[in-house]
Structures are given as structure tokens and as C-alpha cells.
């Protein structure tokens, strides 16, 4: 299965020609919801139209039990059932990757409120991997500050301990390691942003590092597996 999760379907292999992403920035839209395409000033290319290429299935989507919001606890392939999910790992206490990616998704869940044909049919996942500090009571917090109640469901998630998480992650081939100095400002742990598509039947369709994770392209891939 990790050597499924090294390729990226479809059309977004063919857009590595897309601008440079720009540095963290807290300003940005995801505190302006206004601003209904901002992605367009990280990413400088034009998405390609859904249904013009193929998104291969890539692997069969892993479940495995986690925490939602208020303790209570939820299997990711019931949260997946029947929806299009947008799956991410991230941890809250990280200074890197993580607080852009999570921005991105915030800026996919406010597109997807102006369709509400699409919207129904998405769901968002973001689920930490440091359950040590990520507790219910933490993701709701980062929940509150980032979700709205007019786009798709999305879903903050953790898990009881790293005994729970490490399988998932393996599963999904999600790298996690502990940085040798813990006190490192940008965060203890060191990893890759991989976002994962699943279609309804709990199927990867694509795989997004932070350099693919334009939410307009994340939309058009959605459309793309709903057109099947």
C-alpha cells in the first residue's frame, strides 16, 4: 500500500508548473470568508474543467476509531459512507505545514457552500496525530476557529492515544517523527502535509501534498469523481 500512496492521479501530476506557495500567513483568507476563490493568490494557473481527465483508484481507504469533538468515539469509514471525504493529518501545535494546509481546507469548505448540491455530498476530516496534547477539548477549540456552519461537514478529530493513531497512519502512510529537540518552534514533530480524496465508496482518488493543495483543484477533483 505505501508504494500506491507515492503516485498523484490524474491532472494535478501535470501541474507542477503551478506558483510557489507562499509562506504562512495568518491574515489570510481563511479569516476573510468573503474572499470565495483565494486560493488564487497562492496557486497561478487556471484548474482544468471536471470531468476532462481521470482520477484512477488508488487504494482502498483504511479505517480505524477515532475521538470527535465531545469524546464521543466515531470509525472513519462510517464518517466516510456515502460522502466525498477530504482527509488530512495534522497536528495543532505545529509551526510548519500544518496551520496553511489547515487554511486551504478552510478556504475548500467555503467554496463548497456556494453549491449546495456538492456541498451535501462532501465531507471534511481533519485528524491529529499527537493525541498526547490534541485532545477532544483542543480540536474543538481549533474546530471553533476555523469552521463554518454554511459549507460541508468537517469533522476535527483525534484519538484516545498513540496506540490508536499509529495504525491509522501506517495505513495511510502518513510519516510522523519526533524532532530531537522538543522545544523546536515550528513544532516536536516532523512530517509531510498528505491530504487524502476518497470517493463515496471509501476509495483514495488522489493525494495532495501542500505544493497540489489548491481548493479549487480539490473542487474540480470532486466533481470529477461525482461525474462518474
Not at 490524474?10 to 479569516?31: I, Q, Y
Not at 478556504?107 to 476530516?125: G, N
Not at 502518513?174 to 498528505?194: F, I, Y
Request: hydrophobic share 40%; charged share 25%.
Amino acid at each position: 500500500m505505501a508504494s500506491v500512496y507515492l503516485a498523484v492521479a490524474g491532472l494535478s501530476a501535470l501541474l507542477l508548473t503551478a506558483g510557489p506557495v507562499a509562506a504562512h500567513d495568518t491574515d489570510h483568507a481563511a479569516h476573510r470568508p468573503e474572499l470565495a476563490l483565494p486560493a488564487t493568490e497562492l496557486f497561478d494557473y487556471t484548474p482544468p474543467e471536471p470531468g476532462s481527465y481521470a482520477l484512477s483508484v488508488l487504494a482502498e481507504a483504511a479505517d480505524g476509531v477515532t475521538l470527535d469533538e465531545t469524546g464521543t468515539e466515531r470509525r472513519l469509514h462510517d464518517l466516510m459512507a456515502g460522502k466525498i471525504t477530504v482527509l488530512s493529518f495534522i497536528y495543532t501545535r505545529c509551526g510548519d505545514v500544518c496551520p496553511l494546509g489547515t487554511m486551504l481546507l478552510g478556504d475548500l469548505q467555503a467554496i463548497t457552500a456556494q453549491d449546495p448540491a456538492i456541498r451535501d455530498r462532501v465531507r471534511l476530516i481533519t485528524l491529529s496525530f499527537d493525541p498526547e496534547y490534541d485532545t477532544p477539548a483542543v480540536m474543538a477549540e481549533q474546530a471553533k476557529s476555523l469552521r463554518t456552519d454554511k459549507g460541508s461537514d468537517w469533522q476535527f478529530l483525534t484519538t484516545r492515544n498513540a496506540d490508536a493513531i499509529r495504525p491509522i497512519l501506517k495505513a495511510y502512510d502518513q510519516q510522523v517523527m519526533a524532532k530531537t529537540d522538543r522545544n523546536d518552534p515550528s513544532g516536536p514533530l516532523a512530517h509531510q502535509l498528505r491530504v487524502y480524496l476518497i470517493d463515496e465508496d471509501r476509495h483514495v482518488r488522489n493525494i495532495y501534498s501542500l505544493e497540489f493543495l489548491d481548493p479549487r483543484l480539490v473542487m474540480t477533483d470532486i466533481r470529477t469523481v461525482l461525474m462518474r
